[in-house]
């Protein structure tokens, strides 16, 4: 609450016959000049000043703000909400959990760990597409959902009742930012405060970096890690620099033919080209108001793929529409339009506001267009697909010996019907060959395979082997998923059919697009070519895509195929979608089902058939593209306010299986030593009310040499458990069977697990292995252990676990953009948990960054132009920090020294190596962070 009101700010507005408290932005001098995002930040000043850590100098400094400067004024934003998803969500309720236990043991009243800001969680993390392309594929994807996650849930279900102020989606309703947009999201927020109403911006900072689709209903919200966010639900305001705010104006109009997704996918390359990570994008000008909500939201999830913080459109008549349509009250809508008019957050067409930057796009030039295959801003002209596939796919496959066919039962080779088949062409010749498991590998050649129903065809490089709708980027979007049914439809029309090797799944991102699929009966239509309904919730996109079919998965591992899939998501990192697929693909849900008709990625869709028609002519993707005008009418005549009202009426109950969860109602949790899901977290062991000053590093090993763009899925545990890892093996010590063992995702609230699984991707290149390895790159979870005679190559866990048994801490080296991706917190908690002490980069993302330091990990970068190997390093190093010490005195140093010695595993003559490394500690309360041994040890401290 406001104590401190020094701009005499605080006003009424009368709404109907409601008042409501407001803090008027006009009273600050400056505040006309302001983007439309930093006017909510102003406001959000205004109404949290206190004089301590929001001050007047803060406000000023805001009113004051230089566009063209670069962000060094700190201030303190208060979200008006947190909103988690499960996987993320479940971390943050362990915490919460565990710290009301350690408040006990501090002193402190446990009842104080209770979320002050409004929470909500939706599960849509943990359902898998085990099953597929049967009508009862929803009914037995849920069954096992419960099976698999039953103590989760019976954990959240505790927490639910437990804390206030916490909501509980169930699981089966949507997906978090579907349902964020569609019902959870005010726009302009009431609430009472000391017996006051009082409206304010709606804001909020989510645990999924794709917080920002909010950002298309004007909510200033952004991705954060869980770390961050249980501290904003106990009432931690969120440390920020004023940041720069790049201005997207928006021109013309959408072409026929052209869909959202190129829209986003063209956004999301611009802006990456540009370089707009720790920024803020804002869109305005006359093209905003031809921007429909649903494009919006799909331009606002995609900011974490082009590196913003957030990216947002200001309220106008299009925002009031979209809350009419999906069932908000009149009063709702007349609050949000009379305030956004008041505070000046109303869009203007035609005042073009001060911004630090300026980029430009003419919606009529977009075009269709794909991205991969390992990045969502590597843009593709769908024109060029084909010819870009077919260079990309030569870094993929195993060199090719001959254009032979191999019949993986015999081993026989026999010649291709023309040299060089199509990737995927179905064959003509139906000699019965079936796939065994057992056969070895060769190279990389096109094999037969026969189906347990006995159809054969050739599967190639390239083939596409999966092709899934999902995502909230795409599926909240009624014109791409109309699109998409449309096509079907006539697809279904020409009798086209899928390809057999092609695993096809929909996963809606609420019930609404349900309803509307059944109205007009494309449901149907997407059925026909094997689109049925696999989950309300986030799949592929997470790697909770489900097996591949089993003769293609079979054929795949034992001939190294490199095949692709193709999803209306936004993330195809490496290894993330599936790992039997090399090459991940982001398409508009319409071009997913095409890619489904087409069955491989060495397809021009110009030039290329998909099929013949009843008729035997040849059907080209042109022939059953939907027009603009059908997609629209169709749109109107199938999605209704009342189908919101109804799906959302009863979003918090959940079904017969949530209600009749066993939960406990205990205050404090009680937890279960046997549990492989939920484990009390260590964060907190041996904690004092006294800070322990922080050290310098001293005779740290390497645990890593890495590259440009690890992301945080390389870091952070995801997807399946595979045997023979540490995460299996934990599991398998502790009574658990191989098929339950689920995915690190569900099992996000065991700690055991997750540092095990902490830089476990198949996909992460240590380059630190390399020497052992006669100078080959090695995929996947290895290191060296220097505590080892010679230094042998192992798994990353246990050479850490040595290490800390040695009592020697760890660094690790890294390229440009550390960290990019998800905002997973379990990035930072499993490097703290392995014992890294320090990483140093090229350069960090936003998010990973401030997660380590909440997690007690200091980020540091080379020297500008500077990185591990131009240095000479290269991880065989003994290491020493100095010059951290200095935040015991209240003093965050700008550098420090790194001293990097060589060991007994190092080259003959290897010098030692020294220099200056920046200290990304960028604000006072990240020092604060830093000092306590993290955000959660800080929150802890001031609340006892």
Known sequence: M?????????????????????????????????????????????????????TKAQIEALGAWVPDADPDTEIQFTPARVIMQDFTGVPCIVDLATMREAVTALGGDPDKINPLSPAEMVIDHSVIADLFGTENALERNVEIEYQRNGERYQFLRWGQTAFQDFKVVPPGTGIVHQVNIEHLAKVVYDRVVDGVLRAYPDTC????????????????????????????????????????????KLTGDIPAGVTATDVVLTITDLLRKHGVVGKFVEFYGKGVASVPLANRATIGNMSPEFGSTAAIFPIDDVTLDYLRLTGRDEQTVALVEAYAKLQKLWHDPEHEPVFSEYLELDLSTVVPSIAGPKRPQDRILLADSKAQFE?????????????????????????????????GEEAEDTREVHISSGAPAAASRPVKVTTPEGTSYILDNGAVTLAAITSCTNTSNP???????????????????????????????????????????????????????????????????GPLIDEVSAAVNSHDLAVTAVLSGNRNFEGRISPDVKMNYLASPPLVVAYALAGSMHFDFETDPLGKDHDGNDVFLKDIWPSPDEVQQTIDSSISREQFIKQYATVFDGDERWNSLPTPNDPIFQWDPNSTYVRKAPYFEGMTMELTPVADIHGARVMATLG?????????????????????????????????????????????????????????????????????????????????????????????????????????FGGKEYGSGSSRDWAAKGTSLLGVKAVITESFERIHRSNLIGMGVVPLQFPAGQSWSSLGLDGTEIVSIEGLEQLNEGVTPKTVKVTAAPSEFSAPGKQTIEFDAVVRIDTPGEADYYRNGGILQYVLRSLV
């Open 708 to 812: 440009d763009s690890v992301t945080t899925d390389h870091i952070s545990p995801a997807g399946n458990i595979k045997p023979g890892t540490p995460a299996a093996d934990y599991l398998t010590a502790h009574g658990v069977d191989r098929v339950d063992f689920n995915s690190y995702g569900s099992r996000r609230g065991n700690h055991e697990v997750m540092i095990r699984g902490t830089f476990a991707n198949i996909r992460l290149k240590n380059l630190l292995v390399s020497a052992v390895n006669d100078g080959a790159v090695v995929e996947g979870s290895y290191t060296r252990d220097f505590t080892q005679p010679g230094g042998p190559q192992t798994f990353i866990y246990d050479a850490c676990m040595n290490y800390q048994a040695a009592g020697t801490p760890l660094v690790i």
């Open 2 to 54: 406001s104590k401190v009101n020094s701009f005499k700010s605080k006003d009424t507005l009368t709404v109907g016959s409601t008042d409501y408290e407001i803090f008027r932005i006009d009273t600050v001098p400056g505040h006309e000049k302001l983007p439309f995002s930093l006017k909510v930040l102003l406001e959000n000043l205004l109404r949290t000043e206190d004089g301590a850590n929001v």
């Open 479 to 545: 014109s791409v998923m109309i699109a998409a049914g449309l096509l079907a439809r006539n697809a279904v029309d020409k009798g086209l059919k899928r390809k057999p090797w092609v695993k096809t799944t929909l996963a809606p991102g609420s019930k609404v697009v349900t309803d509307y699929y059944e109205k007009s009966g494309l449901d149907a239509a997407l059925e026909s070519i094997g689109f049925y309904t696999v989950g309300y919730g986030c799949t592929v996109c997470i790697g909770n895509s």
């Open 391 to 423: 260079k990309d796919i030569l870094s993929y496959m195993t060199p090719t010996v001959s254009h032979d066919i191999v019949d993986l039962e015999s081993q026989h080779s026999f010649p291709a019907s023309d040299p060089g088949p199509v990737p």
């Open 205 to 248: 900072v989510g645990t999924d970096s794709h917080t920002t689709m909010v950002n298309g209903l004007g909510v200033l919200g952004w991705g954060v890690g869980g770390i961050e966010a249980e501290a904003a639900m106990l009432g931690q305001p969120v440390s920020m620099l004023i940041p720069r705010v790049v201005g997207f």
